[in-house]
């Protein structure tokens, strides 16, 4: 099994751990929203693992769920200690995703050309 396979694998596996428990923590809390793991980043040492997290809401709304997860990192951590098999669960660091909007942003680009295109033939 090659390093790089194992590694994406593990990617998955916690961030199917994490989606549970981001679930069962945000109902607690209530201030999480819509939040939602997108992907995880594990390192080639897996001893960190960055997590980026997408929620529907401002950019204040974003930074304050991202510096609560940072803040609350160890449930997340330990959560990934007891549901996978490591020698040692990785360092976790929370990241907002910017992926979504970036999409959004660029259709809306496309959707603007696209309309000028239009009104330039109708000319």
Known sequence: MSSSYRREMLES???KVLMVVLSSYGSHDGSFGMASIVRVELSKDKRFATIYVSAIGNELEKNKLVE????DKGIFRTAIAK???LFKAPEIR???????????????LL???EKEKDDAETD
């Open 83 to 85: 549901n996978i098999r």
């Open 68 to 71: 609560k997860l940072n803040e």
């Open 13 to 15: 596996e916690i961030k």
């Open 111 to 113: 959707e603007q050309i």
């Open 94 to 108: 929370f990241k907002e995703d910017k992926g979504i909007e970036a999409t959004l942003r660029v259709a809306q």
